[in-house]
């Protein structure tokens, strides 16, 4: 059934669209892309085929709402005699006169009344290659926090919640480095509290579409277990690993969601115990 449900959400999330957009950098380069996702800092792109990750300080204008996808101009400016200005793309050029579609609308410009030399028209071809990249430019920290349901054969159904850190510079390559610090309660016969530190490093498994990322985590630490029961009560130390697979494909300008299903394995003398179950939260990009 969970497996079912799974296939479902991926499928609704492989067919939403990506949002169109008109990018213009100062040098009056233009171009029709795709908005994958953006953050506080970056916007990524898509353009003909390719991802590009563009800083915001990077770009003179960004208009949402402009159609079309996968086409390139270039705004020009030109300085008439009356010391009057006009900006927009060039549409048509003969001996006399070029014809300039403005925001305005089309404006028909006699070469005689130009001052100066005309600006190059020439469009661009492509996004400079610099801005190829998969990654964000800047580095982001990310803190978060979560909630769970956790269920163990043993121990019954739990009551969890935690926070975790992200540090930006704890990161090699595509893998990021973490912490997680979760409290679990359990109540069947006895009253269980642990507190699971755990040291992790997590992998991003993204497609294309912004909504399609996922990601792994594998870690380990130690658990503060404790409880209390009509036997008796006592504490320890445990050893302690995690697996996780998880989604986090909703993001609103800094803010970002993840749910996953997640295992906790506890290192006893009696044994293991697995603690399996779901996790929600919601994360900020610093």
């Not at 661009?124 to 349901?149: A, H, N, Q």
């Not at 069947?188 to 990322?213: A, C, G």
């Not at 130390?237 to 697979?245: K, R, S, V």
Request: hydrophobic share 35%; net charge neutral.
């Amino acid at each position: 059934m969970i497996i079912k449900i799974f296939i479902n959400l991926f499928i609704i999330l492989c067919s939403l669209p990506l949002f169109p957009a008109e990018i213009v950098f100062p040098s009056g380069d233009a171009f029709l892309v795709e908005i994958v996702s953006e953050d506080a800092k970056v916007y990524r792109v898509k353009y003909k085929e390719a991802l590009y990750t563009i800083p915001k300080s990077d770009l003179d204008k960004v208009d949402l709402l402009k159609p079309g996808r996968d086409r390139s101009y270039k705004y020009l400016q030109f300085t008439l005699k009356d010391g009057s200005k006009i900006k927009g793309v060039l549409a048509e050029e003969n001996k006399k006169e070029f014809i300039i579609q403005s925001e305005l609308g089309f404006v028909t410009i006699d070469k005689s009344r130009i001052q100066g030399e005309v600006p190059e028209s020439q469009k661009p071809d492509s996004i400079d290659p610099k801005y190829s990249f998969s990654e964000p430019l800047v580095p982001e920290t990310k803190i978060g926090i979560f909630g769970s349901v956790l269920g163990s054969s043993g121990l019954g159904i739990s009551r969890s919640a935690g926070l975790y850190i992200e540090p930006a510079y704890f990161k090699y390559s595509k893998f990021q480095f973490g912490y997680k610090l979760e409290y679990d309660t359990f109540q069947k016969t006895s009253r269980y509290e642990m507190y699971h530190n755990l040291f992790y490093v997590q992998y991003p498994i993204t497609f294309t579409n912004p909504w399609l990322d996922f990601y792994l985590q594998l870690g380990g630490g130690l658990s503060s277990v404790s409880f209390k029961g009509e036997n008796g009560n006592g504490s320890g130390i445990e050893g302690a690993f995690l697996l996780e697979a998880g989604w986090q494909g909703w993001k609103w300008k800094n803010l970002y969601s993840r749910v996953s299903l997640k295992s906790i394995g506890l290192k006893e003398t009696s044994g293991m115990i697995f603690l399996n179950g779901v996790e929600i939260g919601i994360g900020i990009r610093l």
